[in-house]
């Protein structure tokens, strides 16, 4: 077994048996409920008259996931990859290891994406499929290519907010106040400034990639130019692999000193 495949499974395996994951995998259920909800409330006429299926999908994936649901989910996952060695005073144990530093960061980001991506994409899926309900057989069919455009957004968001909150963990002392307020006065606050700061934020280029008319921004986007789907899945990989070298650069280098 290569190292690298030995630290992603090792770190995998205590992932998905923490507690972490038992909450957060709870909290990832409710968009599983609001869509059936929501599909009662259309099939049994309570709902508005504009409100279908694809309406109901788009909001749950442009309000529920973009905005929230991904980003809780890479913020504490990420931010734990090193914080938590360091909490637990394990850290040296795992440099005394015949394995690099590198190797030891990719393999922690490798065990992530698989954790989050399991958490995240088959609810997406089934709420997408529960959502359908509401609509004719054949308009469910003609909505499949966008359920797989909704997956491809939340794999980008996990590949690059878990390669940011992955660097977050391994600089800061607090790496989840650090990030939560990273989250909401960068993330969020900025991505509604008009004019053309929001295209700083990983979340711009995930809207950008949304094929919901829920992910675009009103008549803020009136007022900078939009950003193409190409340009926007190249930024947001350039983003992830560019956090991911930083972050694997700073964490071969930096001391880590154990609080008593």
């Not at 995998?25 to 259309?42: E, K, Q, R, Y």
């Not at 700083?200 to 992910?215: D, E, F, N, R």
Request: aromatic share 12%.
């Amino acid at each position: 077994m290569s190292p690298l495949h030995a630290v992603y499974r090792l770190n995998l395996r205590v992932l998905l048996r923490s507690r972490r994951t038992l909450v957060i995998g709870l909290l990832c259920a409710f968009p599983i409920l609001f869509a059936t909800l929501g599909v009662i409330f259309i099939l049994s006429g309570i709902a508005e008259r504009d409100l279908s299926a694809y309406t109901l999908m788009a909001f749950i994936m442009a309000r529920g996931y973009v905005h929230f649901f991904l980003v809780v989910v890479t913020l504490f996952y990420g931010t734990a990859l090193i914080a938590d060695e360091i909490d637990d005073k394990t850290i040296t144990y795992l440099f005394m290891r015949p394995v690099s530093r590198r190797i030891i960061y990719l393999g922690k980001y490798l065990a992530y994406l698989v954790a989050a991506s399991l958490l995240l994409l088959p609810t997406a899926v089934v709420s997408f499929l529960i959502a359908m309900i509401a609509d004719p057989p054949g308009e469910a069919v003609q909505h499949l290519p966008i359920l797989f455009k909704d997956l491809g957004v939340l794999i980008l968001g996990i590949l690059a907010y878990g390669a940011l909150y992955a660097l977050i963990g391994a600089v800061a002392k607090r790496p989840v106040f650090v990030g939560l307020g990273f989250a909401i006065v960068w993330e969020t606050a900025v991505t509604f400034i008009p004019g053309y700061l929001s295209k700083m934020t990983i979340k711009h280029y995930l809207l950008a990639l949304l094929p919901h008319a829920a992910g675009e921004r009103g008549v803020l986007s009136l007022l900078e130019s939009p950003t193409s789907p190409p340009i926007a899945i190249v930024v947001l990989l350039a983003t992830t692999a560019g956090l991911l070298a930083l972050g694997a650069w700073i964490f071969t280098r930096k001391e880590y000193v154990l609080e008593q």
